[in-house]
């Protein structure tokens, strides 16, 4: 399973972004997918999960400003990021995992099996 993430670039305080990330290879439609950040100085931290037939997680910082869509028919995985802070300067990464034990471990960084490349944010004040 290879994962391409895009979409980042730098955007000013209040604006949006979309982040997409493509998959290609042994992905399937019941594989549980995020998005993780990781600004600088920081640890990477989890932002966003889709677990199919299953409720879709946000971390606090972004519920209600982000939302993770996901387009089985297209094998990609968008972060829609409205009312950008300065605070959600990162790198983001999307990862996927095609084992059930990610459906209850989502919130497990070791758990995910595949990394995207990263994608870089930058939301200037």
């Known amino acids: 399973v290879q994962l391409q993430a895009f979409g980042g670039g730098l955007v000013q305080a209040g604006g949006s972004l979309r982040l997409s990330c493509a998959a290609s290879g042994r992905t399937n439609s019941w594989s549980v997918m995020a998005w993780f950040r990781q600004a600088p100085g920081k640890e990477r931290e989890l932002v966003a999960v889709?677990?199919?037939?299953?409720?879709?997680y946000y971390s606090d910082s972004v519920k209600g400003r982000f939302t993770i869509f996901r387009d089985n028919a297209k094998y990609t995985v968008d972060l829609q990021m409205n009312s950008l802070k300065p605070e959600d300067t990162a790198i983001y990464y999307c990862a996927a995992c095609l084992r059930y034990v990610c459906y209850s471990q989502f919130d497990s960084e070791g758990q995910y099996d595949y990394w995207g490349q990263g994608t870089e944010v930058t939301v200037s004040s």
């Open positions: 889709d677990r199919p037939g299953r409720n879709t």
